[in-house]
C-alpha cells in the first residue's frame, strides 16, 4: 500500500532528498497501475466514477508543478496517500465473505469427491485417470503423493472450519495481486489462506480454485510443506519428479487439473518423459528455468514485504543491487512500500513469463519477438545461435522482452532485474537454495 509520509518522510520530501522523491514517484505510478484495473472492473455507476476521478486525480499530481517546488513535495505525498486510502476504503467494503463462502466449500468439496474418494476406490470408473494423473506428475513417488493429498484435503477441511471472518482460516486479502486467488502463510493449525476477491466471488471456475486450494493447502502441511520450484504453467511441472516433485506445490495444483480433466492441453507421455530425461529441446528447458528463478524472485519479494524494516536490514540480494533505495532504518515505511512494489513487479512479469512462447527457427536471422493479439509473447531464435550463445546470455535476452512487456517501473532496467533475480536465488531460503541449485544444474 501507498506509505502516508511520516515526520522523517516529510522532512526528507521538503529538503529535496533525491532518493526519497524518486522512490515516493516509482511507489506513485505502482499503485495508480495496480488500482486502475480493480477499479475498472466494478460494475458501471457512481462508485466507479467517483474512484476513478479520484485515481485521475492522483495521475494529475504526477505530473504537476510541485514537481520543481521541493517545498511542497510533501504536502502532494500526503496528498496523493489520502487519494489512495480513499480508493482502497471503498474498494474493501465490496467483498463477498469468507465465512460459509459458497465457492471455497465447493471447491474443496470437490478435492474430496472427485480425487481423494476415488484414487482410493478402483470401482470408481474415473479411478484409472486420477492414478495416471499421479504418476504423471510424482512418478516412482506417486503413493507418498496420493497420501499427502489426501492430507491435504483434511487441512483445507479443517481452514474452511476455522474460518471465522476475522484472522483465522481463510481471510480475504484484497491486496493480493489482481488475479491470483490464494496465498497461504504458516504451517498446521494456525496457518492461514489468504484469499483474494476473485476467489471469493465466483470469478475462477471451480476446477481452478479447487487446484488453487490443493496448491495452497499443499504449503500449510505440519509436514512436509512444499514450496514454489516452479509453477505449473508451461508444463513447468513435469520437469520435477521423485522427491523434489513432492516438495513443489504445482505438482499437486496440475494433478488436480489432470485429474478432473481441466486447464489443459497437457503434455503427451513421451513429451512428459523427455522433460523429465532433460532431452526436451534446450530452448524450452530454459524457459522453464527462467519461469522458476522469476517464480522464486516472486515468492522471495512477498517474504521481503513481511519484514520489519524498523529493525530489519534490506534484504541482501536487493541492498547490493538497489543501491539507490534509501537504507537508513528512519525510512521504513517507505522500504515496506517499494518492497510490496517490487513483488506486485515480479508478479506482473511472472504473468508475461506465462505468455511467452519460445520458438526456433533455422532460418531465422538473429532473434526477434512478435506480440500476438491473443497476448502471446512469441520469441524465435535462430537454431544455430540458440545451440551457441551462454544460457545467461539467452536467458538475458528473453527477460528483455519480458520487462517490455510487463511495463515494470521497478527495477530500472533488464540488468538489474537480472542481477536482483541471480541474487535473490543466492540468498533463497537454505533449504530451497541445494534443491534450486541441483534442479538448475541438471539442465546444463
Ligand atoms: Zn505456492
Redo the contacts with the bound molecule.
Keep these: 500500500m501507498f506509505p502516508f509520509p511520516d515526520e522523517a518522510t516529510r522532512k526528507a520530501l521538503d529538503l529535496g532528498r533525491r532518493e526519497v522523491f524518486q522512490t515516493y514517484r516509482v511507489l506513485m505510478a505502482c499503485e495508480l497501475q495496480r488500482l486502475r484495473p480493480v477499479v475498472g472492473a466494478l460494475p458501471a455507476g457512481l462508485r466507479r466514477d467517483q474512484l476513478t476521478a479520484r485515481l485521475d486525480k492522483v495521475a494529475a499530481l504526477a505530473v504537476g508543478t510541485w514537481l520543481q517546488q521541493i517545498s511542497e513535495r510533501g504536502a502532494t505525498m500526503h496528498q496523493a496517500a489520502t487519494l489512495f486510502k480513499e480508493v482502497q476504503d471503498s474498494l474493501d467494503g465490496v467483498v463477498p465473505s469468507a465465512v460459509g463462502n459458497p465457492y471455497l466449500v465447493a471447491a474443496v468439496d470437490e478435492l474430496k469427491t472427485r480425487i481423494v474418494d476415488v484414487m482410493n476406490d478402483d470401482r470408481n470408473p474415473t479411478h484409472a485417470a486420477v492414478n495416471t494423473a499421479f504418476a504423471r506428475l510424482f512418478g516412482s513417488t506417486s503413493s507418498v503423493a496420493k497420501a499427502r493429498f489426501a492430507q491435504t484435503v483434511t487441512a483445507l477441511q479443517a481452514v474452511l472450519k476455522r474460518t471465522d471472518g476475522r484472522r483465522s482460516g481463510f481471510v480475504c486479502n484484497l491486496s493480493l495481486p489482481d488475479g491470483m486467488g490464494a496465498?497461504?502463510s504458516g504451517q498446521g493449525d494456525t496457518a492461514i489462506i489468504n484469499v483474494g476477491r476473485s476467489a471469493l466471488d465466483g470469478t475462477m471456475h471451480l476446477w481452478e480454485l479447487a487446484a488453487t486450494l490443493a496448491?495452497?493447502g499443499t504449503?500449510i502441511l505440519a509436514d512436509n510443506p512444499?514450496?514454489?520450484i516452479v509453477?505449473r504453467h508451461r508444463n513447468a511441472a513435469y520437469h520435477l519428479q521423485g522427491q523434489i516433485a513432492l516438495q513443489n506445490?504445482?505438482n499437486f495444483e496440475q494433478t488436480v487439473c489432470e485429474a478432473l480433466g481441466q486447464g489443459g492441453p497437457f503434455p503427451t507421455d513421451e513429451q512428459v518423459a523427455a522433460m523429465r530425461g532433460r532431452t526436451a529441446p534446450r530452448m524450452d528447458s530454459l524457459h522453464t528455468v527462467l519461469a522458476s528463478r522469476i517464480t522464486r524472485a516472486w515468492?522471495r519479494t512477498y517474504d521481503f514485504t513481511r519484514l520489519d524494516f524498523t529493525r530489519a536490514d534490506l534484504p541482501k540480494p536487493v541492498a547490493l543491487v538497489l543501491t539507490d533505495l534509501p537504507q537508513d532504518r528512519a525510512y521504513a515505511p517507505l522500504i515496506g512500500a517499494y518492497m510490496e512494489a517490487l513483488h506486485a513487479a515480479m508478479f506482473a512479469l511472472m504473468r508475461a513469463e506465462g505468455r511467452l512462447v519460445v520458438r526456433v527457427e533455422p532460418k531465422m536471422l538473429n532473434h526477434s519477438t512478435v506480440i500476438n493479439s491473443d497476448g502471446t509473447i512469441r520469441f524465435t531464435i535462430n537454431s544455430d545461435l540458440a545451440a551457441r550463445t551462454p544460457v545467461a546470455q539467452l536467458l538475458h535476452w528473453m527477460l528483455d522482452e519480458l520487462v517490455a512487456e510487463a511495463k515494470c517501473q521497478i527495477p530500472k532496467d533488464t540488468a538489474q532485474l537480472l542481477a536482483l533475480i541471480l541474487g535473490i536465488e543466492k540468498f533463497d531460503r537454505d533449504n530451497v537454495h541445494d534443491v534450486l541449485n541441483d534442479f538448475y544444474d541438471s539442465f546444463h
Aim: proline share 0%; glycine share 0%; aromatic share 8%.
Design positions: 496465498l497461504a496448491h495452497e504449503h512444499t514450496v514454489d509453477y506445490a504445482a515468492v
